[in-house]
């Protein structure tokens, strides 16, 4: 019997489109879509399905509306009967591992969110700072390399996404010259489409007002095992989360480190859920051999379920 991880796709892998096939062809999908609508006061899945570039890229929309399709995608599997055995979310995605676990009520994660998102844009005017990729370099290299140019400014290894890809974020100056360190090492350093240098410690004016949104909110038990990016462990207790929570939004995304975790503990089918197959290929580069499937759409929905028979 296969053991199954729920993980959830993170800021950045939002589209025009997102989400309208599951919308058109499940009743449960249409309800999430229905839902956030009322509490976000506009329409969402008209921003998903037909928003601009820019419009869905505004990390107070992109925040929500990702949240939004990545509960439809997991609401149309559980209705094919398919259940987790832990889950994990990518940053963004921890809100909706939460609303999956139980933790959290999915009326109440995409409010937050949303604020989560206004709070992390203006915590660093834009301009100011930035996040660049870098391949082909161990954690130490990297590591080494931003401790080297933090004389300029802040900058720091924020995504420890898998072997070889760790992005790191910071004040302009300091990020230029950490990508001519990390360039003379042998990297390759590509900037990222960001509008502020997310996960750093340069976050923490963001952090201090979603602590106070979400001490307004009630974590209820958690039904389904999650792991935190904080640390790349289990939230041993509900009265963690809401510290998690806010050290999350400005501390590193160890997402390699919850992947091993989860296959340490058996997991090994993963399924990723909401937009795109970012986290699929991070899955492929810290074990080959790992199931690692998706739901987005019909189609990958029904691949999904096809696989997961053969098992």
Known sequence: ????????????????????????????????FNIANDVLGFNIADTCFNGSKEELNST?????????????????????????????????????????SGA???EKAVALVKKRGKFMQEAVPVGVGGMVAVLGLDRETVLGGCKEASEFGVVEAVNFNCPGQIVIAGEKEALNKAVELMSGKGGKCIQLPVSAPFHSSLLKPAAENLKGELEKIKIMDMQIPVLTNVHGNYINDKEEVKE???????????????????????????????PGKTLTGFLKKINRKITALNVEDVKSLNNTLEVLKIK
């Open 104 to 106: 959290l009520s999915y």
């Open 244 to 274: 998690l929570l806010v050290i999350q939004a400005m501390s590193p995304v160890l997402w390699e480190d919850i992947i091993r975790r989860m296959l340490q503990d058996g997991v090994d089918v993963f399924i990723e859920l909401g």
């Open 60 to 100: 107070e929309v992109t925040q929500p509306a990702v949240l939004t399709v990545s509960i439809a995608a997991m609401k149309a599997l559980q209705a094919a009967g398919v259940k987790a055995d832990v889950t994990a979310g990518f940053s963004l995605g921890e809100y909706s591992a939460l609303v999956c």
């Open 1 to 32: 019997m296969s053991r199954i991880g729920f993980i959830f796709s993170g800021q950045g892998s939002q589209y025009t489109g997102m989400g309208k096939d599951l919308y058109d062809n499940f009743i449960e999908c249409r309800e999430i």
